[in-house]
């Protein structure tokens, strides 16, 4: 059973809150899941899931994730809820909390959104950080590490590329905080303008051609359209040519090494799609991971706020 002083507070918002200890505990603890754990709840529990931003794959995990654990999920949609009348997302959480809602799983376009809900007395729910701006993605970087996990065991030494469209990346920044804290050797590539300072602390930029022969994970990024003005403009054959993951490249990468997408993919251009569910890729087993490593995220912040109903 996961320890509840593994989180002081019912929050999970950000990779740098956690330790190596704790990643650890809740990798074994999603195992545990993946391999039929089952849990009980002795009182009724409820989840609403609030995404300010499209999702395919986090949204429907974390809804699984929930149901799977015995909770009702309360339905939520923006464009039909007071956000559209000038509501504020304090006060939108603050109405799912005052009707007993008791997690809240939030996506926003806002960098941080988060600082100012937690520590709010008002708001006494258990708070998951489901993507935040060009912040940070804690549950995508966890599926991650329990991913790598599953294929290599330790961290230590382990090489990892984070290519692609690195600067507007939440994945790739709480992925290089936690692979930093586990021993990882990280480097980065893309196009070297999104290799911006705070990446350099973390890992040093080399062009893909040099990485693909001694990386043992080649984690890509997606082109994020969306939050690029000039988007009209870009050259989809050109940025594959360049910085993709092609069939040539692929095939230079030594037999253990693996290939990682978050999702979702821009077919050809970071990723060439005979890849995509080629022997290498895990893409489909970081999707399946997600629930189970969400289940044990959703376990340990319900466990923090002590409500005791989980057996």
Not at 195 to 203: H, R, V
Not at 208 to 232: G, Y
Not at 279 to 304: D, P, Y
Request: charged fraction near 20%; hydrophobic fraction near 45%.
């Amino acid at each position: 059973m996961i320890d509840q002083a593994i989180f002081q507070k019912p929050v999970l918002v950000s990779m740098k809150d956690l330790d190596v200890t704790t990643v650890k505990l809740l990798i074994q603890r999603a195992e545990a899941f993946k391999q039929g754990l089952h849990l009980e709840l002795t009182t009724p529990l409820y989840a609403a899931n609030l995404f300010f931003e499209n999702s395919t794959r986090t949204h429907t995990s974390f809804e699984v994730a929930e149901r799977r654990l015995g909770l009702s999920v309360v339905q939520f949609d923006p464009q039909t809820s007071s956000v559209k009348k000038g509501e504020s997302l304090y006060d939108t959480c603050l109405t799912l909390a005052a009707v007993g809602v008791n997690l809240l799983v939030i996506r926003h376009w806002q960098d941080a959104y988060y600082k100012m809900l937690i520590n709010q007395p008002s708001l006494p729910v258990a708070l998951i950080n489901a993507g935040d701006g060009s912040g940070e993605h804690p549950s995508q970087s966890l599926l991650d590490m329990m991913t790598i996990s599953e294929n290599f065991g330790d961290f230590s030494g382990l090489k990892v590329a984070i290519v692609g469209d690195l600067n507007h990346s939440r994945v790739a920044r709480s992925n290089m905080e936690i692979l930093h804290k586990l021993g990882a050797q990280i480097f980065f590539s893309g196009p070297a303008y999104w290799y911006t300072p705070e990446f350099a602390p973390y890992g040093t930029y080399l062009p893909i051609d040099e990485l693909v022969e001694q990386v043992d994970v080649m984690m890509m990024l997606r082109v994020q359209h969306e939050r690029h003005q000039s988007a009209a403009d870009f050259d989809a054959a050109a940025y594959h040519r360049q910085y993709g993951l092609t069939v040539e490249r692929a095939a230079r990468m030594h037999p253990d090494a693996i290939i990682m997408h978050p999702g979702p993919i821009n077919r050809d251009v970071e990723l060439a799609s005979e890849l995509v569910e080629s022997k290498r890729s895990r893409f489909v087993s970081q999707m399946q991971n997600g629930v189970f490593m969400r289940m044990a995220m959703i376990e340990s912040v319900l466990r923090a706020q002590d409500l005791g109903c989980l057996v």
